[in-house]
């Protein structure tokens, strides 16, 4: 059974830097795209980052773009993402996803099938 581990969470200053690291067990990872989310206490799950298969087209919220960047190591099974210029509002637990082969729609959880347990970010001012 496929299972997605995140880790690299904690709790740091703001300006600070975290990667986290995803972990996917299966053979099957690499042909498919995967999807960073995060979800504050008391707010809805929401979009942070995709990736396709090979790592040729990445997609960010408006909220991360030109801050945060996932990657991909298809060889370890590995997704990251790489947090810099860290704000208090990103605050969250971060959870990886793995996208649904037929979907497109990357910005939604309904376009992912499997989700990690996800790891705490904590960003004080």
């Known amino acids: 059974q496929v299972q997605l581990v995140e880790s690299g969470g904690g709790l740091v200053q703001a300006g600070d830097s975290l990667r986290l690291t995803c972990a996917a067990s299966?053979?099957?990872?690499?042909?498919?795209?995967m999807g960073w989310f995060r979800q504050a206490p008391g707010k809805e799950r929401q979009f942070v980052a995709d990736?396709?298969?090979?790592?040729?087209?990445?997609y960010y919220a408006d909220s991360v773009k030109g801050r945060f960047t996932i990657s991909r190591d298809n060889a370890k099974n590995t997704v990251y993402l790489q947090m810099n210029s860290l704000k208090p509002e990103d605050t969250a637990v971060y959870l990886c996803?793995?996208?649904?082969?037929?979907?497109?729609?990357?910005?939604?959880?309904?376009?992912?099938?499997?989700w990690g347990q996800g790891t705490q970010v904590t960003v004080s001012s």
């Open positions: 996803a793995r996208r649904r082969r037929s979907s497109t729609a990357y910005y939604s959880v309904f376009g992912y099938e499997l």
């Open positions: 299966g053979r099957t990872f690499s042909s498919y795209a």
């Open positions: 990736i396709t298969w090979n790592g040729d087209s990445t």
